[in-house]
């Protein structure tokens, strides 16, 4: 068959493209198990909307799991909930089905039918990572281990896991509940098949998260992340929890950098000591504003959002969740104050306390990456090998006031037009670049390299969301201690040494 045929299976939303030689249509377990005794490499694929190109087949098939989808039981367990569901179901529909608590039982077991009963009479729940792509499947989250905005105070997706029906390599599958395998001081990990993983832990600290388990990592952490390369996630047991009662969102519009950080940063001290919790803590640059105000032009969906403030240097997103109004109420006056006390002005900020305006701030957050995305493309038309190119890197507890003005002097003396925004509560920056040819494409990803090694040396995380997949494999060989490296590959060899899952992610072969 024509390439054209597999166009949309060979590339994902970094627009990174490969070669795709074919598609197997997932639509059961079986079908999973039917393609893995071919013993043909091939790339697991959910929704496509990784940005590092991890889904994209190199020279091979691709399994598409979208038509694996819909939830497939439910437990309580003292009042907690989980729900199960297939990979391919999409973040978007398993909101919808929470929301409205309904569910498609058919198969459902006893037990999970009586937990629907207890969980419909129940409060409300919601499934809590967000990495705002409401098209993302469950599959890919988890396998990208997915965080977004509300991982500051809910974790990633692999956190919000708690079990998982994996599907090996050579066949087998594995059903892992959370706490049941997890590596020892030793580097050994007892599998639910009787055998042991054996390994040797680095001296060194992590520089990314994927495939580097430490003393105590649960297996299902070694398995979220991974990128598809150990498995393929069957079945995924989410843990629920209960929706707080109430929820605000704020958008502050400082008039400098300096405000913003200054801002940011005591609100990181001063809410330590608060009733309730920050949820998210978002910074959108100047750039990140005039690109959205860009693209909203032809977004209608986009429409109902109003112009920002006059003066606007950049935004931050607040949201916070508390027990009741009053708590909420105070935890506002004093982020207001904080504002004012760093020169901000009260008038530029917007607040949202009802879920639809909540979404619609929501919706500011994601349409700067698609913003980004969507500029590449223009960019495409003449010069049809650029790709998404960004770095994720995380400088976990310093400061705000000494990271964001020091990068965006950097990123400004490029030359190339960016786009930086933060999940500043945990000092995780997306560092976007968009080159508008092939030279400036170049630079920047020499730029990108050289700003990755930096964060390494000063002991921050250089990959610390979206994963590595494709476009970031050379960070990974350039960057990474050898023994971490060797990590990688030596778990790699010990779940698939033929390498038939997502051959090329993370590292080149042979292993
Ligand atoms: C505009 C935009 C904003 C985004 N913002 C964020 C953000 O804030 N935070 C964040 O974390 N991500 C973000 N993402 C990235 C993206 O949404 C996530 O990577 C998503 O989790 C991928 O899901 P998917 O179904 O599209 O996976 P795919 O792109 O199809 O696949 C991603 C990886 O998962 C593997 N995989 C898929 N399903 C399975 C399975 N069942 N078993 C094993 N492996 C599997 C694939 O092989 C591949 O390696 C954003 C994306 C876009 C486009």
Same mark, same amino acid.
């Given at each position: 068959?024509?390439?054209? /045929? ?38 697991? /694929? ?48 398993? $909101? ?9 039982? /058919? ?23 967000? +990495? ?20 500051? =105070? ?12 994996? $599907? ?43 495939? /580097? ?186 400061? =705000? ?77 350039? =960057?990474? +201690? ?10 790699? $060899? ?18």
């Amino acid at each position: 068959m024509s390439d054209i /045929q597999f166009s949309e299976h060979s590339r994902d939303e970094s627009r990174f493209t490969g070669e795709c030689t074919g598609v197997i249509m997932a639509k059961s377990a079986k079908d999973i198990a039917a393609a893995l005794s071919l013993g043909e490499p091939f790339a697991v /694929q959910g929704a496509r909307t990784g940005i590092t190109g991890a889904c994209v087949p190199d020279s091979c098939k691709a399994l598409d799991l979208s038509g694996f989808a819909g939830a497939s039981g439910m437990r309580e367990e003292n009042g907690e909930f989980a729900v199960a569901v297939r990979p391919g179901t999409l973040l978007s529909d398993l $909101r919808t089905m929470l929301a409205k608590r309904s569910f498609d039982t /058919q198969g459902w077991d006893e037990a999970s039918l009586a937990a629907l009963e207890s969980f419909k009479n129940a409060g409300e729940f919601m499934f809590a990572p967000d +990495p705002t792509e409401d098209t993302a499947s469950i599959g890919g989250m988890f396998a990208t281990n997915a965080g977004g905005p509300a991982s500051l =105070l809910y974790g990633r997706t692999g956190d919000n896991t708690a079990a998982l029906d994996i $599907r090996l390599a050579n066949g087998e599958l594995w059903h892992v509940e959370r706490g049941e395998y997890a590596f020892d001081e030793g580097g050994c990990c007892k599998l639910p098949n009787g055998k042991t993983l054996r390994v040797s832990f680095p001296e060194s600290a992590p520089l990314l998260n994927p495939l /580097q388990p430490r003393a105590g990592t649960d297996l299902i952490d070694l398995f979220s992340g991974s990128e598809g390369m150990l498995g393929v996630a069957e079945q995924i047991w989410l843990k629920l929890i209960p929706k707080p009662a109430v929820r605000w969102s704020v958008v502050f519009f400082p008039n400098s950098i300096e405000c913003a950080t200054e801002f940011i940063d005591g609100l990181l001290s001063a809410k330590e000591g608060w009733e309730c919790s920050l949820t998210a803590l978002e910074y959108l640059d100047g750039n990140s504003l005039s690109l959205f105000s860009e693209f909203r032009e032809n977004q209608t969906r986009l429409a109902s959002i109003p112009e920002f403030h006059e003066g606007a240097k950049c935004a931050i997103i607040a949201e916070l969740c508390a027990s009741c109004e009053d708590v909420a109420e105070a935890a506002l006056g004093e982020m207001l104050e904080l504002f004012a006390e760093a020169g901000g002005d009260e008038d530029a900020t917007w607040a949202a306390d009802t879920e639809d305006e909540i979404e619609k701030f929501r919706q500011l957050r994601h349409a700067v990456p698609e913003a980004v995305n969507s500029t590449i493309d223009k960019y495409r038309v003449d010069c049809p090998t650029l790709t998404k190119l960004a770095a994720d890197i995380c400088r976990k507890g310093v400061p =705000l006031c000494e990271l964001i003005p020091g990068l965006t002097e950097k990123l400004e003396s490029t030359g190339i037009d960016y786009a930086l925004f933060a999940h500043a509560g945990e000092g995780h920056f997306h560092v976007n670049l968009i080159p508008k040819d092939a030279g400036e494409y170049a630079r920047g990803a020499d730029f990108l390299f050289g700003l990755t090694a930096d964060t390494a040396k000063r002991g921050g995380m250089i990959i610390s969301e979206n994963g590595v997949g494709k476009l970031k494999r050379g960070l990974v060989a350039g =960057l990474l +201690p050898k023994e971490q490296l060797e990590l990688m590959r030596e778990i790699k $060899r010990f779940f698939d040494p033929s390498c038939l899952l997502n051959p090329n992610n993370m590292f080149e072969l042979p292993l």
